[in-house]
């Protein structure tokens, strides 16, 4: 595993080796669209063909003793089969019985799509689209340009850009590309929590992510301008059935949530607890922001 080291919550991802076991290129990995969305053999084709030219820069096995799914002191207590996603949450286990879980590591092989790069999935080094205002726009990266290397290592998919920016943890990213017959080269500027996203479809998360029990509907556009509510932010009433972690917190039916206190959330009812979801972990608590009988109050949660 420190040789074939891989996102191991994927549905499907292969190694394009040399005859000495060398690793040329990776192909597959996926996002929260779907568990197939990055995957085309026309894709995988092109993968192939390009670390064909690539033969001899390969990236050997490490030597010394080989480290297994087995090894993990996790591993011990595990019954039945070992998924490719139990490998993240021994990981995760062991790190927890050390003292030196790092909450940041949650956000593993982040999307170049962070970067504000879209990859074509027949041609997997070539931009399909670049995002305003994103570390890509903002170094001149443009759609059509054709990826080269980012840190020194080629791009040829999806999921050689993923590996490469999951060991990428601070600082600038080397990136070469080509404009037509032009050869181009900079620093990608990462840009605040660059390395997070949707972590919701993970496997390995399903223990750790919380529930959010409320229900109800959101508020219709005048309802919201009566209250003063921005047709851009969320509010929804709480529904007569209460479910009994928020009883026990003291909301009741017909609370209005309007928020928590920190972030500012947009979009409806789902876009709200799918952020609470994406950003919060079981323990954690939350204070929401709610309107009852007009006036404003706060009520702490703690996620379960």
């Given at each position: 595993m420190r040789h074939f080291e891989f996102d191991y919550d994927l549905t499907w991802y292969c190694f394009i080796l040399d005859p000495d076991l060398g690793i040329l290129g990776r192909y597959g990995g996926r996002d929260a669209s779907g568990p197939d969305d990055r995957n085309l053999l026309?894709?995988?084709?092109?993968?192939?063909?390009?670390a064909l030219k690539n033969r001899g820069k390969g990236v050997a096995p490490p030597s010394g003793k080989p480290v297994r799914a087995e090894d993990y002191p996790a591993a011990k207590k595990h019954n039945g089969c070992i998924h490719c996603h139990n490998i993240k949450e021994f990981q995760r286990a062991d790190q927890l019985a050390l003292g030196n879980f790092d909450r940041n590591a949650l956000w593993a092989y982040p999307p170049i799509d962070n970067l504000g790069m879209v990859l074509d999935v027949d041609q997997g080094n070539r931009l399909t689209k670049v995002n305003p205002g994103s570390a890509a726009a903002d170094l001149g990266l443009a759609k059509g340009d054709v990826l080269l290397t980012l840190n020194d290592r080629p791009i040829?998919?999806?999921?050689?850009?993923s590996f490469v920016l999951h060991k990428h943890l601070a600082g600038p990213i080397e990136i070469q590309w080509t404009r037509g017959t032009l050869a181009m080269k900079g620093q990608l500027l990462p840009k605040g929590d660059w390395r997070k996203s949707n972590i919701?479809?993970?496997?390995?998360?399903?223990d750790i992510l919380p529930g959010v029990p409320f229900a109800g509907?959101?508020?219709t556009a005048p309802e919201k301008a009566r209250l003063g509510i921005p047709k851009n932010l969320p509010a929804f009433r709480q529904g007569d059935l209460v479910h009994a972690k928020l009883k026990e917190a003291g909301f009741r039916a017909g609370d209005i949530v309007v928020g928590i206190v920190g972030p500012r959330i947009e979009g409806n009812m789902e876009d709200f607890l799918a952020f609470v979801r994406r950003n919060y972990l079981i323990g954690d608590k939350i204070r929401f922001r709610v309107i009852r009988e007009a006036k404003e109050i706060e009520l702490e949660l703690g996620l379960r």
């Open positions: 026309k894709g995988l084709r092109f993968a192939m063909d390009m040829h998919s999806f999921a050689d850009a919701t479809w993970r496997p390995s998360m399903l509907e959101d508020l």
